[in-house]
């Protein structure tokens, strides 16, 4: 089966890679994707200068997924911005350098450098991280959001992409889709980022298992896989010159069939990929190419975005 995907001027040899946040803070890290079988490879979200982060833990997988409140830690821009100067794009995986600024300013300031250095990464801006004490997610104001994107895209005149937060109520799918549908130059949308501020217990010790915020925190894996599924879905739907990268839930070649059934172009795995490491791309590529010949589908296209209703 053919597993090849062909967007925004990109060639890649599979839909599979890896979520902002997993297997991508340090160079030795991104370094594992792109030697992987991941079709391409993004960046931890960064701010202008490095970031420790939340106290630990602030990570914890569960049966069903995972809880994070891991508060943007990171190296810096300059430190990603290296790494996509030096970034072996002739190779054929394609690189995207997701950003996440404290403020709108910190974006504007990173993206100027980005459009002046003339790289061949794309920038995913990230609008929902939920683990910010007191920063609230970006994605769920509505006007915040349509004057960002007017002033991003101001600075950057490049395709450029979203990582949203999930949306729960079919009203704001729809005001999120008329902000988003006004910028041409947004070229794709990432959906989800975690569930945020859910909150996970241990009986025996009678406990919340991270630190930060008194336990609350991010939700991934299997936990959101329904919501990553309907977000991915409702945006195919209302935003028909875009792309949808999905995420959210992907264990298996199935809830990454699932994903591109439901209008995917390309798929992210986070929370799968922190427990099983590296070794998750060829998995759930055999288990997706598996599966499609099992459908008999030859390509990707074949069932992109047809999900049946009833
Ligand atoms: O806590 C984080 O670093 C984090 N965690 C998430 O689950 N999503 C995000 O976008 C971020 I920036």
Redesign the pocket.
Known sequence: VDLSVSWLGLAMANPLYNA??VMCRSVAELEQVRTSAAGAVIT??CTPQPRV??PEP?YCATPLGSI???????AGYPYYRDYARSYPYAAGKPLFL?L?GMTLDENLDMLRDLAAAELLCLPEV?L?????PGKPQLGYDFQACSEALTQITRVYQGPFGV?LPPYFDQVHFAQMAAVLNAFPGLRFVTCI??I?NGLVIDVERESVVIKPKDGL??L?GSYVLPTALANVREFYRLLPDKHVVGCGGINSGREAFMHILAGATVVQI?SCLYEEGEGAFARILDELSALMVQKGYQRLDDFRGKLKTL
Not at 128 to 132: A, R
Request: net charge positive; proline share 7%; with cysteine.
């Open positions: 902002s946040g931890k979200s982060g939340n602030r994070n409140s891991m508060g943007l830690p990171n997701s996440s990230n929902s991280c939920p683990n910010l990582k980022n975690s945020g925190g991010g991934g986070g």
